[in-house]
């Protein structure tokens, strides 16, 4: 027999913060309650109307299966130990101790205040679901099972991080995930020990054996139908809770060029836009490059009437080609990353500064060529057709104009062949990086570069070997 | 053994990986100064002079396409079990010799390549130098990482070579080839036995047996691809020599040379540029690949791991001789050219040939 007031004691002086609230009650029939929950996260509402309502009933010699038949709650489990106790409290659920029972209750009260499902602002579509991830971790498993129903998606919660305790859902379809997957993202994400997990790109770093790689190792996703669309190709997903970005493993390059609208589109149209993309990325990391190494090294790259235009907008510059680049560089990463960070008015503001008064007046000076500006603009924009690898691309673009600037055009050959080379031999969980075009793999490339129709799409990708082969069968 | 068999494992690439390599590497080693060289003794008869080169490689390569079939243990293995260890030591060292001198030609040519096709002015070496930090990088991966490069380098090459032979069709005069039979065949057969050091595609095969699965079917498959590559070469060289005729043998980098006419150009600049910097990615692959193979070679031999300190020690060499060499090209086509050639070619055919006759091994479990 265990008193209440030693129980509520024993959890306080663990739980020593005065956010912890403890609420006492006693039944009509004299028996004596306490409910500790965490103050902001657990739903008080619920506490009064699912638990101390019911329990008003209870008369002094009930046992205790009796007080649990009367819980209203639906989700009520047994408590372990204190320790488990702490960590449900703090978890934002209520420990229910009884006077003069040793067990105790877990109530499922969590309710962390947060925002309700919106678009998200990095995935727009014009066509297809507009719902997007939340912080909330609940919210998001929702999200998923709304879509896929089947018992075979398994959800796997862990806690990661020392003192955050943060939740983490291991996401798969069993059935047709690689076996032995879902197990190997779990004891890559559990075998690191680290105090605080506000994000999952904390995570994102844990999934890698090469977490200082400019290329990721993990594909993020904030929308819930791309996220359930790659898990039921095989892929395991990870929701990090605090975070409205879902990842997925095993990740290949290629799935930052595919966009969720592709697939709602006709498949000709998803094609050109794909292929667009790509050339955008290519032309939006070399063309800065080409740029000066034209200038620099090989003259004959510019057709001769656009080498007259340029050559009179860059005569009376101070700046050597390369040096006007980088400076120009340099003012767009500036006006980029201020224009993120400055509040939405001073922004604005901001960016008539930037574009007109800087630019303009930096052309008008004579301090900057008008074809760098066009250059290093057009090259921004190219960029964003591929907002996912966008901190890879801006980083690459430097280093090519590094290149262009010092070796010239044969210096973007060969990093070029050194990127290529290094990304060939880069695996996500067993899957390479480039597939399926190294190595290649003709039924995978059917939504590769290309998208073929949904009927060609009727198998799931060959590299990620899923137990099951067939996602789409013609009866 | 049991290190050989584990070995294999990290080391594998597929059939398709080296059709390609066969195709797209091959091609792309005899792009620049290959048709030149057989034009200033063969005239309008080079494409003979690469089909006698062609043809009779490809039965070396049949060779060592046919000897992969009939055992899954590697090159080495098979000579371990044949010979013993230290003759099969002394016969790769041997091979690893071959892979490093069949590089150095292809590498000065790249040199010469690159200072005249990337820079308005002909710059000194040191613009070159960075090839090396390339090569160091690749020559330490191993064979799946070889085969993923072709994979990625095939389409490459396609789309840049038929780019190329388009827009070289504007300036071509067939008559030039006429009458096909001009040259006297001791001319075309001196032309065949100056170029016939580039031909190790043999050995390259070697090097890759019992570290791809072979299937029925797969010799014939590989002995196309070469010939293939082959054909794609010879009608290179026609075009080139129906383009400049009397000219070719001094206009050198032929890959560079036949799309100047194409009347886009005149419009939009040289944007046959592109075209020949996307083939340079495929050409780096391609000459780096003899580099990887003599790597190879210097660890079956020696048992050292460490691909990084043989990539490294590798292309020092490389690096010294390629400073030695600069401004002695001409010095060195001739060495080439010449009994040294011949004597290369002779060893690189000679290995598939005795690849034929020694012992298969029991099959891996």
Excluded at chain 1, 444 to 452: E, H, R
Excluded at chain 2, 164 to 183: K, Q
Excluded at chain 2, 304 to 324: E, Q, W
Aim: one cysteine or more.
């Amino acid at each position: 027999m265990a008193n209440l007031d030693a129980r509520i004691k024993e959890v306080k002086s663990i739980l020593t913060s005065q956010d912890i609230l403890v609420f006492e009650f006693v039944s009509e029939g004299g028996k004596r309650f306490a409910a500790i929950y965490a103050d902001g996260v657990a739903d008080k509402v619920t506490l009064g109307e699912l638990v101390v309502k019911p329990l008003r009933a209870v008369r002094k010699d009930d046992v205790i299966k009796v007080i649990k038949r009367l819980l209203a709650s639906p989700e009520v489990k047994d408590g372990k130990d204190t320790n488990s106790a702490v960590e449900e409290i703090s978890d934002g659920n209520a420990a229910l101790f009884i006077d003069g029972e040793s067990e105790f209750f877990i109530i499922g009260l969590k309710k962390p205040p947060g925002r309700t499902v919106a678009e998200p602002p990095t995935q727009i579509a014009v066509k297809g679901p507009r719902e997007g991830f939340t912080e909330d971790i609940k919210t998001n498993l929702g999200l998923i099972r709304k879509r896929i129903k089947t018992p075979n998606l398994q959800i796997k919660n862990i806690k990661v991080g020392k003192q955050s305790q943060t939740n983490v859902a291991i996401c798969y379809i069993q059935g047709i995930c690689k076996k032995g997957l879902a197990e190997k993202v779990e004891e890559q994400i559990l075998n690191k020990e680290i105090d605080v997990i506000p994000d999952s790109s904390y995570i994102a770093r844990f999934l890698t054996k090469k977490p200082r790689s400019l290329f990721k190792r993990s594909a993020t996703s904030e929308k819930p139908d791309i996220f359930c669309a790659k898990v039921s190709e095989g892929r395991v997903g990870i929701i990090v809770d605090g975070s409205p970005i879902a990842l997925t493993v095993p990740y290949m390059l290629i799935e930052d060029f595919q966009s969720g609208e592709d697939y709602y589109i006709e498949s000709h149209r998803a094609t050109i836009i794909r292929l667009l993309r790509l050339l955008s990325l290519l032309v939006g990391i070399l063309l800065p490059a080409f740029y000066i190494a034209a200038q620099l090294f090989k003259i004959q790259l510019i057709p001769l009437k656009l080498l007259l235009k340029i050559s009179s907008s860059v005569s009376g510059i101070p700046l050597s080609p390369s040096i006007e680049m980088f400076l120009t560089l340099f003012v767009l990463e500036v006006l980029n990353e201020a224009s993120i960070r400055m509040p939405k008015y001073v922004g604005l503001a901001l960016s008539v500064v930037g574009a007109l008064v800087l630019g303009d007046t930096a052309v008008k000076a004579g301090i900057i060529s008008t074809p760098a500006i066009i250059i290093v603009a057009f090259s921004a924009i190219c960029l964003y057709t591929v907002p996912d690898l966008i901190e890879t691309t801006t980083t690459l673009r430097w280093l090519y104009l590094i290149v262009a600037g010092s070796v010239g055009t044969f210096g973007i050959v060969l990093l070029s062949a050194l990127i290529i080379c290094y990304l060939i031999s880069e695996r996500s969980y067993g899957v390479p990086l480039v597939s399926p075009f190294a190595p290649l793999i003709l039924s995978d490339l059917k939504d590769g570069a290309f998208k073929s129709g949904i009927f060609s799409l009727s198998k799931r990708p060959k590299v990620l070997k899923t137990q099951n082969k067939v996602r789409l069968k013609i009866k | 053994m049991q290190a050989f068999v584990q070995s294999t494992g990290e080391n594998k690439i597929n059939v398709r990986q080296i059709c390609f390599i066969l195709i797209a590497f091959n091609v792309c080693g005899k792009l620049l100064l290959f048709p030149n060289n057989l034009s200033y003794y063969a005239g309008n008869g080079l494409w003979l002079a690469a089909l006698i080169d062609f043809a009779v490689h490809t039965l070396s390569v049949w060779a060592a396409a046919y000897a992969c079939s009939k055992s899954d243990k590697t090159f080495y293995q098979r000579l371990v079990i044949t010979f013993g260890k230290v003759p099969a030591k002394i016969i790769f060292s041997l091979l690893a010799l071959l892979f490093f001198a069949a590089a150095i030609v292809p590498i000065n040519e790249q040199k010469l390549y690159v200072q005249e096709i990337f820079y308005d002015t002909i710059p000194s070496l040191i613009p070159f130098l960075p090839f090396f930090i390339f090569s160091i990088y690749a020559v330490q991966k191993r064979f799946s990482n070889t085969g993923r490069a072709a994979d990625i380098c095939f389409p490459i090459f396609i789309a840049c070579f038929l780019a190329l032979i388009i827009s070289s069709f504007t300036e071509i005069n067939l008559s030039h080839l006429l009458p096909v039979f001009n040259e006297p065949i001791n001319n075309v057969l001196k032309s065949s036995l100056s170029n016939i050091f580039r031909f190790n595609e043999s050995a390259i095969l070697l090097a890759f047996m019992g570290h791809f699965k072979y299937k029925k079917g797969d010799c014939t498959k590989i002995t196309l691809s070469y010939a293939l590559g082959g054909v794609l070469v010879i009608f290179f060289c026609i075009l080139f020599y129906c383009v400049y005729a009397t000219l070719s043998p001094d206009q050198f980098f032929a890959v560079s040379k036949t799309s100047i006419f194409f009347s886009a150009i005149n419009v939009i600049g040289r944007i046959d540029f592109i075209v020949l910097y996307a083939l340079e990615i495929v050409m780096v692959f391609a000459v780096v690949l003899n580099l990887q193979l003599c790597r190879y070679c210097l660890e079956e031999i020696t048992g050292y791991k460490n691909s990084m300190v043989l990539s490294l020690a590798i292309n020092g060499v490389l690096i010294v001789l390629t400073v030695i060499l600069d401004h002695k090209f001409g010095e060195l086509q001739k060495l080439y050219g010449g009994v040294f050639g011949i004597i290369i070619f002779a060893a690189f055919t000679l290995l598939p040939a005795l690849s034929l006759t020694i012992k298969k091994g029991a099959k891996n479990k």
